[in-house]
């Protein structure tokens, strides 16, 4: 067996693209990239930690950033060593060409390998149980979808439990039961505890349809026993880092599910993860879900045991007002599966006849318009963090004066799109966040960062009344929003049906704005 096939080494260097063209982090981010940074540069200094002076709606676990730090902690001294600039530590000794790349990179490519890895091994079961053909369709899936790819490198909850979801389908697919359980227990009542939803329909299934391969009773015990494990481990941990007792998904439970607020942070239809989110994150693969459910008969079971736990749990978790496409990302490689057993039969058959070497073509082609909607995705999303951006320049424009006591203040929509304490490069600079400050307070500021939803800068800059005491340094543009419109044809093909062909477009606004103080 190959130690990595063609594909899985195009996943590869699709996720170290994604990290490459959108480095930097947003603010549902913010918890685990800014306890990443602590651990490795504060270590055991906990009064220097960003959760005790931002701690956010509800706490969430450091099990994740703890495991991240762990395999960067022994990077540092090297780094430090030769006093390279946090900001400058490269991500994995394989890629020093890409001298450029942060220690956030580093942190995210970690994050992503994980994930990554997890993948390989589900698509390897995947292989064993439909046929090779069926892996492969289903790594090219993923590689042509946009989310996935992004999502794993992000140091989000989901993504950390992405991994151990991956795991435990893996071993349910191989009739690991006791394996699996462990794994899945882990994942809930550590990271994401609506995976509920999601293991409690495909352990159901498991049951059911193989009674003799599994012990009910004693996969109850093991979960159990990982409950107990997992929670004791949970709260040792997060109660020290939090300086209180505490059991942080049990706070999420009570804040998201008892009291239902997180409903507060946007409402959306019922039906909006089924015809929003998941055509979204598939593209058009969308529409051959149900296809690869009706052809393969042989494992069908296999097939069942997948995706409908998956139907289950997008379907159940619709019920929750506040939806965000990240929050059912784990049904993604689940219905993929269904997918590429389609791709897969359809590219056997191709041979039999001209038909179906015609719906081989038609299945390379939404490849293609997968990987092409890929690109614009991303491309978009490399213009998304405009603070991050901000930051850096200034930085760099004032490369020299880093030893210089220079107060930065950074408003909560820079600090929220793009800006994280991988971003602050110099011991000497003071990088402010406090909200809410009086007008007489700017004054101190040698910088200030003001950003802008709507791009309206010049109206947030006179409505704090920055302009008496600052004046403008440089502005940061970024995506605003998409269009179709249009393309410029020739007029020997500005005919029917291409001058009505429509294409994707983006526009951009001016959202963050440098100020500079006058005396200066």
């Known amino acids: 067996m190959e130690i990595l096939y063609e594909t899985e080494l195009l996943l590869l260097f699709g996720l170290v693209g994604q990290i490459i063209f959108a480095p930097f982090t947003k603010v549902e981010e913010s918890f685990n990239v800014q306890a990443i940074h602590d651990m490795v540069y504060h270590r055991m200094n906990l009064t220097q930690y960003d959760h005790l002076e931002f701690p956010g709606v509800v706490p969430r676990t450091f099990a994740g950033p703890f495991s991240i730090a762990s395999v960067l902690l022994p990077f540092a001294p090297f780094f430090a060593f030769f006093s390279v600039e946090k900001y400058w530590m490269l991500f994995l000794g394989i890629f ?61 909850p989901n993504t950390f439990a992405m991994a151990l979801v991956l795991l435990v389908f893996q071993k349910l697919l191989d009739f690991r039961f006791l394996h699996a359980a462990v794994f899945a227990t882990v994942a809930t009542f550590l990271f994401r505890f609506e995976l509920l939803l999601l293991f409690g329909p495909a352990f159901l299934f498991a049951f059911a349809v193989y009674w003799r391969h599994i012990s009910v009773l004693k996969t109850f015990l093991v979960g159990f026993c990982s409950l107990i494990i997992a929670l004791i481990l949970s709260v040792l941990l997060d109660s020290l880092m939090w300086r209180r007792w505490v059991w942080p998904e049990g706070e999420v439970i009570r804040f998201n599910v008892w009291h239902n607020r997180s409903s507060e942070y946007g409402v959306l239809p019922f039906w909006w993860y089924f015809f929003s989110a998941l055509p979204r994150a598939m593209f058009l693969s969308v529409f051959l879900v149900p296809f690869g459910l009706l052809i393969h008969q042989r494992v069908q079971f296999a097939l069942v045991s997948l995706c409908l736990p998956a139907f289950l749990f997008v379907f159940l978790f619709s019920f929750l007002p506040h939806k965000e496409l990240r929050f059912i990302l784990y049904a993604v490689p689940l219905f993929n599966t269904s997918v590429a057993v389609f791709c897969a039969w359809i590219w056997k058959k191709a041979r039999d006849s001209w038909f179906f070497r015609f719906c081989a073509f038609l299945v390379a082609l939404h490849l293609l318009v997968n990987a092409i909607f890929t690109v614009s995705f991303v491309y978009a999303s490399a213009q998304n963090y405009p603070g991050g ?40 600079w003071e990088y402010n966040k406090t909200e809410n400050l009086a007008q007489e307070e700017f004054g101190r500021f040698d910088y200030i960062l003001v950003g802008n939803y709507d791009g309206r800068l010049r109206a947030e800059m006179t409505k704090n009344n920055l302009n008496e005491t600052h004046t403008k340094h440089f502005i940061v543009k970024a995506f605003h929003k998409q269009f179709w419109k249009k393309p410029i044809l020739p007029n020997w093909l500005n005919w029917s049906p291409l001058n009505k062909l429509q294409v994707p477009a983006y526009s951009y606004k001016p959202k963050v704005m440098v100020m500079k103080r006058k005396d200066e």
């Open 389 to 428: 951006v901000a930051l850096l320049k200034l930085q760099h424009k004032h490369r020299f004066l880093r030893d210089k006591p220079i107060a930065v203040h950074i408003d909560q929509f820079s600090a929220e799109t793009g800006i994280s304490r991988f971003l602050h490069l110099y011991d000497a």
């Open 96 to 156: 020093f060409c890409f001298s450029f790349i942060t220690s956030l990179f580093f942190a995210r490519f970690f994050l992503g390998l994980a994930v990554l890895l997890r993948f390989f091994g589900f698509v390897r079961s995947i292989e064993y149980k439909f046929g090779h053909n069926v892996g492969t369709f289903l790594r090219l899936l993923i590689f042509s979808q946009f989310h996935f790819l992004f999502y794993a490198s992000r140091p989000l």
